[in-house]
Nanobody, 115 residues
Framework: QVQLVESGGGLVQAGGSLRLSCAAS????????MGWYRQAPGKQRELVAV???????NYAESVKGRFTISRDNAKNTAFLRMNSLKPEDTAVYYC?????????WGQGTQVTVSS
């Protein structure tokens, strides 16, 4: 069983920065895709950024240039560095891992950006 544990959310002023972490444990192959999604109140969950085990990345247009996703394969950990945060970035951020056709989710961490 794969488990994902997120950390690093919180309250920050507009223009500030946060760094989210996601630690995966369990039986994970070497070709997984890790990513971050977010869900704001009343909205659907949306992709923020994903990264393959080879380091290929993909970002939502709304966060390009501000957010950076990275991962440590040896520790099965993914990170999301968020700079120049905006109030519209406020949401619950979920870590995702796709491995051998299975999609796993973390419990979510709240990010609140005040104006």
């Amino acid at each position: 069983q794969v488990q994902l544990v997120e950390s690093g959310g919180g309250l920050v002023q507009a223009g500030g920065s946060l760094r989210l972490s996601c630690a995966a444990s369990g039986s994970i192959s070497g070709i997984s895709v890790m990513g971050w999604y977010r869900q704001a109140p009343g909205k659907q969950r949306e992709l923020v950024a994903v990264i393959t085990s080879r380091g290929n990345t993909n970002y939502a247009e709304s966060v390009k240039g501000r957010f950076t996703i990275s991962r440590d394969n040896a520790k099965n950990t993914a990170f999301l560095r968020m700079n120049s945060l905006k109030p519209e970035d406020t949401a619950v951020y979920y870590c995702s891992l796709v491995d051998i056709g299975q999609n796993y989710w973390g419990q979510g961490t709240q990010v609140t950006v005040s104006s």
